[in-house]
C-alpha cells in the first residue's frame, strides 16, 4: 500500500546526484530520526504522512478521502524535495534516506491515528514551500 508512492519516489531519488565525498574520515550520518533538526524530522514526518494519505485516496479507502488529492497535488514533490535536502544537509546517501523513511514509516503504522493530527499544518508546510 504505502509502496505505492515511496516506489516511485525512491525512483526519482535515482535521479539526485549523489554527493561529494570529502578527503578524510567521513563521520557517520543520522540514521536516527532523533538526529534531526525540529524542521527536517517535520518535513520527512509529513512526507511520509503524503504518501499515506496519497496511497489511501489510490485504494479508496476512507481515510484519504479527507484531505485532497496529494499525488497530483504536491505531496509526491514535497516528499522528493525533502529527500533531495535530508541528502545535501545531511550528507545522507539514497540508503540512509530510505533508512529515516522507513523508520517513520513504522512510527506512523504504529499510531496511524496521528495522520489527521498532523495533516493540517502538514498542509501547511506543502504550501509554504510553494506547492
Known sequence: MLTTMLLPA?????????????????????????????????????????????????????????????????????????????MDRRGLDRRGVLDLVALQTEQLNASPGDIPAIMPACLMMKSAAGL
Open 10 to 86: 525512491a525512483l526519482l531519488l535515482q535521479a539526485v546526484p549523489e554527493a561529494a565525498t570529502p578527503a578524510g574520515p567521513a563521520t557517520p550520518p543520522p540514521t536516527r530520526i532523533e538526529d534531526l533538526t525540529v524542521e527536517e524530522s517535520a518535513a520527512l514526518r509529513c512526507s511520509v504522512a503524503f504518501a499515506f494519505i496519497s496511497d489511501w485516496q489510490k485504494d479508496s479507502d476512507p481515510r484519504g478521502q479527507a484531505w485532497p488529492g496529494l499525488a497530483e497535488n504536491g505531496g509526491r514533490e514535497f516528499f522528493v524535495r525533502t529527500m533531495a535536502q535530508l
